[in-house]
């Protein structure tokens, strides 16, 4: 197999000449800013951004404080994940539908080649957080997990943050239509997708809807805040995209 042959099952990734780890490259005018998987010497600089006030208040998932021992384990599994699908790619034809996408770290890079953490921009199959807990939502949440990859009956859901440094540039904007349109839809055959974000976070809705989801309103609280990050309930934003809504 020539390399032409063997990368073209890898489409649209691009690899890096020297490390060989692949990316996509966000449109200009952040053109200066790949999205690459994991690297398990991330830590150091998940750790600050993950204790930023103007990211954790709005994030449900990570654990706050968020300590180096934390990443660790997120980035290994992380970066295994994204190994097993590169080699998946490597074995199919490049018309195989995969279970996920291999990149997901914004990474800036600098004029000297290096590069900077940023963030954060993941793909799951949905697990409808404004939903109460019930039995149906977990069968739902069991049914949508049992459906096999490149299923378009799948609904899937976005997580992702930012360095608040980089914050208000049209970046997250970018990087979601990137993995969207670039990688989801044709890779993955995504068609539906539900996601949520605190109500008290217009510019993550904001992010959603420039890239086509749709507004179905809000779930007063829903959620309960971690008691490290002040306790209480919180709603969320409900907003979800379909291929045809597009
Ligand atoms: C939410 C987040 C990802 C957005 O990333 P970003 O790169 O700053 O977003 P963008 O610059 O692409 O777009 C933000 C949009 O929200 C708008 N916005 C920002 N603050 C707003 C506010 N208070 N009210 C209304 N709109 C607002 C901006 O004007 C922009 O829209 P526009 O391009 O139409 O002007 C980033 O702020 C972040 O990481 N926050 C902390 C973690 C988080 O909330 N993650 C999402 C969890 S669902």
Not at 4 to 20: G, K, Q, V, W
Not at 90 to 96: G, K, L, V, W, Y
Not at 102 to 128: A, F, K, M, T
Request: charged share 20%; hydrophobic share 40%.
């Amino acid at each position: 197999m020539t390399d032409s042959e063997s990368h073209s099952r890898f489409y649209p990734l691009n690899f890096n000449a020297i490390t060989n780890e692949p990316y996509l490259r966000l449109p200009s005018p952040h053109d200066n800013i790949i999205i690459t998987p994991q690297r398990l010497s991330d830590a150091e600089e998940i750790v600050p951004i993950l204790n930023d006030e103007k990211v954790y208040m709005t994030l449900l998932g990570p654990p706050f404080p968020y300590t180096i021992g934390d990443a660790h384990p997120w980035l290994l599994k992380g970066k295994q994940e994204s190994d097993a699908l590169l080699a998946e790619l490597a074995e199919n034809h490049s018309t195989h539908a995969v279970g996920g996408c291999p990149v997901n770290i914004l990474r800036e890079v600098q004029e000297d080649g290096s590069d900077v953490y940023l963030g954060s921009v993941d793909l799951h199959r949905c697990r409808w957080f404004h939903v109460p807990h019930s039995d149906e939502k977990l069968a739902m949440i069991k049914a949508n997990e049992a459906r096999t990859a490149g299923d378009p009956a799948i609904t899937w859901e976005f997580g992702d943050y930012l360095a608040s440094s980089h914050h208000g540039r049209g970046i997250m904007s970018a990087a979601i239509g990137v993995v969207l349109r670039q990688w989801a839809i044709p890779r993955m055959r995504v068609r539906h997708m539900s996601v949520t974000a605190f109500q008290s976070n217009p510019a993550s809705v904001r992010v959603f809807e420039k890239n086509g989801f749709i507004l179905k309103g809000i779930v007063e609280d829903c959620v309960d805040m971690q008691e490290s990050k002040g306790g209480g309930k919180t709603g969320l934003h409900v907003l979800e995209w379909s291929m045809a809504e597009m």
